[in-house]
């Protein structure tokens, strides 16, 4: 029986970790961290163009404009990773800055950050059950209740901004501590929490499984639809508040926000390297995802590059990300 | 036409090799798949390669069929040179292949699935009907009825490996590959495609034939080469082997087989199956198991046996009846959430799409059963994940060093071993295992199946359902044999032999 198992070991089918020769291993460590050694040198090519970049105060900016999108990144990473794809969050962000600005204005600004984010985890509620229970296809789904959520919206605002004259409400927007934004320090905060909660705790690791195989999941006697559920309640409830923010920074809201921020968060998920399709995926590479677009986006300012040519640089730079990262993939497993 | 001329190249005493291959090696990161391995197959001849997993059969196919390219070596067809040759131009020379991994597409129809890659066309048009009707011959020719317009994700796992079987054979082969070709099939579809098989031999087709099941290898071949760790052990006439000189050779060793340790106790039965029903399967099914033993149960493809266990498990919807647990009767579990809190789990039979995970690791794998027990307070530790993933797969011989790649890159046996492994992670009562030993080779079986047996030593009762009657024979306490949608006897296992099963299936399937 000894014999007989050590011949098992050699077993030549299946890769046992083996010692990789220079080339795999940069290879391997590109495919892992390509995305992040791409925005270093961009970081570091924007801060050689214009050294304001790293400037305290330019952190500080770029932190809180990001804050909204970056939330909503964090949300779309589990639903992705979960298997799904979310596209009424654009009109979800509209809605509950509304309702937080509806709020705000008679309430302080706890129970409209409050109002805001049951707002936005009702949407995700209406998706889950949707998508999970009724086995829809996800991107559908939230198109139609993204179109929803819009109609609400302009009906209940008639179309005109929400202005807040309550100065309470833009604390947690604009205020700041020391020179670091309420909204940045939230956003750091919940990127941490989100990240130990998906690679650490039971939770996370059954987000990955549903992703990964959702039949194996269901024969694994896990609860799929709820798992599958609780992604999008996640992601309206932090679309909720990104909404607030986003309304207590304008200390107003209206019923079309920031339609690019749909975009904005998605490429942040996927350029990132959390491909659509499930099962594989970080909060990690989220942030990655987020440090190179908002760098990209400050740095054409800061480097005064002509706005024509912002959106040719931005898409290369997406693309190429995305074809690099392919073509690593080839290489670490043809060898 | 080309009969003929397969036996006038035979008479003339041309050269009928079909393939040669020479000094064939390639390389893996940290092994040798193929070493310097030397291969013939002549027209008209079925040649067999039987050997463990991993012991090179799947990259030797792969540098035939030029999917994979060797590090060394050469390989002729026909007597031409074809290395560097990619796989498109080889198929072109009438290489053809049936590969182990099932690649039905779930949305098209049975009928698109065979044509797959070669479609019928005028034009740009597809001809449908003719398709539709080589489908048809086709499938009465292997004796098969496939609906040829239910689509493919519809189709049950021996019904989609026909679809392979014929996609393989509506194409130009001169050369057929044949990788498991039965791993899914019941008894009397192996003997069709045997038929099958005889017959393309005599129009002079050269057949490379794959397979874990030794008996069938000795029935069908003319030649038999052994492989292990990525050599030709021996290569002779199917005269001078017998089936243990071919375990012995596969092995390098004599096999140890797993026996019988002792009679189960007669105690109370631990589960009591009261007038189980699914529609279009079976009526009303009683039966009981008993603590500690191996039931198994026995039936031709179609008969139910997946459902049965299905039911059990809660995950048969249509399912109707009643189970006795724990002393008292209750409903069937609707759900598997709820067949699990009942103690039971269920080893589903198809490993890639409902046993695993394939991006994730075997560790995260075989945890994912009952994360509660290798988490605190909701926090998953790393370490405990990995020790008690170690204790539920270290008893079936699965190499730990193997724990932390991803299942996706590992073979079928070492899956199959995990898909187990994380079941018995999850303290259960009762496990259902269906296929256990699907595509997994001899030195795997034993060892899942001394690992079975002694868990049902230690208490677990186990309900076995196998397309390998043989093995059903040696491994259960009892067996159920069912046909025509009932239970047709409860066998003992001294009472039990594949023959007497037959007998008692056929004796009732051949009733009008």
Known sequence: MTILNLERNNDLADPVPVERNPGQTIARFLEQYGVGVIAVILVAIVAVGNPAFLSFINIANMLSQWAPAGLMAIGMTYVIIAGGFDLSIAAVFSFSAVVAAAVGQQQSFVLALAAAVVAGAFVGVVNAGLIARFNINPFITTVGTGFIVTGITFVFTKNAAFIVDNVDFGIIGAGRWHGVPYSGMLLILLLVVAGLLLSRTIYGHVVYAVGGNIEASRFSGLRVPLIVG????LLGALTGIAGFISASQLTSAQANMDPN???????????????????????????????????????????????????????VLIVGALVLDSILKRVTRAV | MHQQTVEQAMHAGVSTTAVAVTKLTKRFPGVIALNEVSFDVRMGEVHAVVGENGAGKSTLIKAITGVEQPDAGHIEIFGRSVDGQNATARRAEGVTAIYQELTTVPAMSATANVFLDQPLHKA???????????????????????DPDQRGGMLSISDQQMIEIMRALIARHRILIMDEPTAALGPTERVKLFEVIAELRRQGTAIIYISHDLDEVIRISDRISVMRNGSFVATDAKSAWTKDRMVRSMLGQTQSRSQRSREPGYDEPILVADRLTVPGRFRDLSFSVRHGEIFGVAGLVGSGRTELLRAVAGAQPDASGRIMIDGAFRSLPRKITEGLHLGIAYVPEDRKAHGLVPL????????????????????????????????ATGPLGFDRRRLEVPVRTLSGGNQQKLVVGKWLHRKSKILLLDEPTRGIDVGAKAELYAAIRRLADEGLSVVLVSSELEEVVQQADRIAVLARGGLVATLEHRDASVERILELIFSVEGQG
């Open chain 1, 261 to 315: 921020i749909l975009f904005d968060v998605l490429t942040i998920v996927i350029v990132g390297g959390t491909p659509l399709g499930g099962g594989v995926g970080s909060i990690g590479r989220t942030a990655i995802g987020l440090l190179l677009i908002a760098t990209i986006t400050n740095g054409f300012v800061l480097l005064d590059i002509n706005p024509f040519y912002q959106n040719i640089i931005k898409g």
């Open chain 2, 360 to 391: 994730l690791s075997g560790t995260r794998n075989v945890v994912l059963t009952d994360l509660r027990r290798v988490a605190t307070a909701g926090i998953v530790q790393p370490q405990k994940c990995r020790e008690l993933a170690e204790a």
């Open chain 1, 230 to 233: 609780s992604t999008y309640v």
């Open chain 2, 124 to 146: 740009f048009f597809l001809r449908r009907r003719p398709m539709r009707r080589a489908f048809v011959d086709l499938s009465s020719r292997l004796g098969v009825t496939i």
